[in-house]
């Protein structure tokens, strides 16, 4: 499948990671964050998961989907487009903490998958029916950081999930700096005692045509993307290492969204296929430099 220079640029455009590794003020904090203040950030539909790196202490992950769209406007040659952002709501305990700083997260992301978990969302299981055994071990072979940076996924974890694996910023995520923080995303109920980190933005193409065409973005509503975390922090003094592996999918609609149709997954007659979409929006970011020199 081709794509124009155009479309390149869209997507470049859409594609940024939104925290700052070791943030120290408020200019390294995430754009993101002023959209949410003023009240610019809106989701058609969200999902917020819950994963325990310790016993008792969850941390929340929130996915939110918005699709664009306006007579006469284009991204690329698309006259619409769909967007995620994420979100890490860290625990006060750990974010507060004396050693916040110490905290070391990375963030690894696969392409949305056509299929639905066989165990629901219970923790630990969420990518069941989603992705292979063997391609969950391999995911969770991925090394934990070390010595500054988020190591690249092995050769063999392509191999073994049949597609690429990405890493959301080679330098760990530090979440201490609470002036990075937001206390509430918009649509989304979050329980008290956490703070809660912008962590990536992407779009994701190709995305509906006409502007009247919805088959992508109902698609991606359902879609369960694959997130791995690998992970460092203290918890009351105690050093605390994790992988969690997540597949989540924002399926919960917004009011006066519009909501999916058709079936999920979609037969192979429909076409609907996108593999391969988050991950071009997101590699596509790397080479720009190329197309715009």
Same mark, same amino acid.
Not at 83 to 112: K, Q, W
Not at 265 to 291: H, R
């Given at each position: 499948?081709?794509?124009?220079?155009?479309?390149?640029?869209?997507?470049?455009?859409?594609?940024?990671?939104?925290?700052?590794?070791?943030?120290?003020?408020?200019?390294?904090?995430?754009?993101?964050?002023?959209?949410?203040?003023?009240?610019?950030?809106?989701?058609?539909?969200?999902?917020?998961?819950?994963?325990?790196?310790?016993?008792?202490?969850?941390?929340?992950?929130?996915?939110?989907?918005?699709?664009?769209?306006?007579?006469?406007?284009?991204?690329?040659?698309?006259?619409?487009?769909?967007?995620?952002?994420?979100?890490?709501?860290?625990? &006060? =305990? *750990?974010?507060?903490? /004396?050693?916040?700083?110490?905290? +070391?997260?990375?963030?690894?992301?696969? #392409? $949305?998958?056509?299929?639905?978990?066989?165990?629901?969302?219970?923790?630990?299981?969420?990518? &069941? =029916? *989603?992705?292979?055994? /063997?391609?969950?071990?391999?995911? +969770?072979?991925?090394?934990?950081?070390? #010595? $500054?940076?988020?190591?690249?996924?092995?050769?063999?974890?392509?191999?073994?999930?049949?597609?690429?694996?990405?890493?959301?910023?080679?330098?760990?995520?530090?979440?201490?700096?609470?002036?990075?923080?937001?206390?509430?995303?918009?649509?989304?109920?979050?329980?008290?005692?956490?703070?809660?980190?912008?962590?990536?933005?992407?779009?994701?193409?190709?995305?509906?045509?006409?502007?009247?065409?919805?088959?992508?973005?109902?698609?991606?509503?359902?879609?369960?993307?694959?997130?791995?975390?690998?992970?460092?922090?203290?918890?009351?003094?105690?050093?605390?290492?994790?992988?969690?592996?997540?597949?989540?999918?924002?399926?919960?609609?917004?009011?006066?969204?519009?909501?999916?149709?058709?079936?999920?997954?979609?037969?192979?007659?429909?076409?609907?296929?996108?593999?391969?979409?988050?991950?071009?929006?997101?590699?596509?970011?790397?080479?720009?430099?190329?197309?715009?020199?």
């Amino acid at each position: 499948m081709g794509f124009s220079r155009n479309l390149l640029l869209a997507i470049a455009a859409s594609t940024y990671v939104t925290q700052t590794a070791l943030a120290i003020d408020d200019d390294e904090c995430s754009g993101t964050l002023d959209e949410i203040r003023e009240k610019r950030l809106e989701f058609n539909s969200t999902k917020t998961a819950a994963f325990e790196p310790t016993p008792g202490d969850p941390w929340l992950f929130t996915l939110g989907l918005s699709d664009w769209r306006k007579e006469g406007f284009m991204w690329g040659d698309y006259e619409s487009s769909q967007h995620i952002e994420t979100f890490l709501s860290v625990p &006060n =305990g *750990i974010a507060n903490g /004396e050693r916040a700083n110490e905290t +070391r997260v990375c963030i690894y992301m696969m #392409d $949305g998958q056509n299929a639905t978990a066989n165990d629901g969302n219970k923790s630990g299981h969420s990518c &069941n =029916g *989603i992705l292979s055994d /063997e391609c969950q071990k391999a995911l +969770r072979s991925i090394k934990r950081p070390a #010595d $500054g940076t988020c190591p690249d996924p092995p050769v063999s974890v392509k191999e073994t999930c049949n597609q690429y694996v990405l890493y959301q910023s080679a330098t760990p995520q530090v979440y201490d700096n609470a002036n990075c923080s937001t206390p509430a995303l918009p649509g989304v109920s979050l329980p008290g005692g956490y703070k809660t980190f912008p962590v990536m933005g992407t779009g994701l193409f190709p995305s509906d045509n006409p502007i009247d065409s919805y088959e992508l973005y109902g698609l991606r509503v359902r879609q369960p993307i694959p997130f791995l975390f690998t992970m460092e922090f203290y918890n009351n003094k105690t050093l605390t290492t994790a992988t969690e592996l997540l597949c989540v999918a924002p399926n919960e609609v917004m009011k006066g969204s519009r909501k999916p149709e058709g079936d999920f997954p979609p037969n192979a007659a429909s076409g609907l296929d996108t593999k391969g979409a988050v991950m071009l929006a997101i590699g596509v970011w790397s080479v720009m430099g190329l197309l715009l020199g």
